[in-house]
């Protein structure tokens, strides 16, 4: 048995009519996936605790052929209390869930571990808390080491002015004698809170002041941008884009 560690569960699939596949992120393992044997039958072992977005102390133990370990046993540890009766937050917890699982590979993402589980507290303590989303797929990009430039100009290097354009295919700020067609105008403000945002944590979301339609531009232009760097299908952000519609 491998020494007990925590983990977040990040969904699960029943794969045969006694066992479950449980995926899982730790800042110990990144991602990883363990069998639950039996978890489907008698579930008394595992009782709320096999739920995506719980906190788990799992017990493991390696399989003989180098296959998914088998999870033995788990501690609760901490599970969301309020998201079951608030849709939209319920919808958010899944997307950030999704998004971890797609964007690291196995073994990888230990450094996704913390900012999930901040997350995941924050939506819980505040449920309809604004900017979130946005604050989350941020930090998400500059962990995968995507971290949008917003300083200088991407093309001429210099620093930028009040007119900015996003680009998506660089990454990051342009000027606007370097901006092409299909670059987004991005407003001032929403540069200014893209650019705090390496030093806020999600604690401080409450106290930003900005505009519907402002939180809207920083939610959207990140939302775009996370899907082109992770070119990959996200299917909890259909049922997200209905809630905000
Ligand atoms: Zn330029």
Redesign the pocket.
Known sequence: MLKPFEALVLSVQEISESDLWVQFISAEKGRFAAVAKGARRSRRRFVNKLEPGHLLRVYLRPSRRGLAPILEAADLLWAPETLRTHPRAFVLASYFLELCERSSPPAEGRELFPLLREALETLDRTPEIQGLKAYFEYRLLTLLGWAPEMEV??????P?SERAYFSFRRGGV??????REEDQPLSGPVRGLLRSWGRLSPETLSRVVLSRDLWREAEKLLENFLLRVLDQDIKTLKVWREFRE
């Open positions: 100009c991407l093309v001429c290097e210099r930028l342009v000027c606007a004698e370097c901006a």
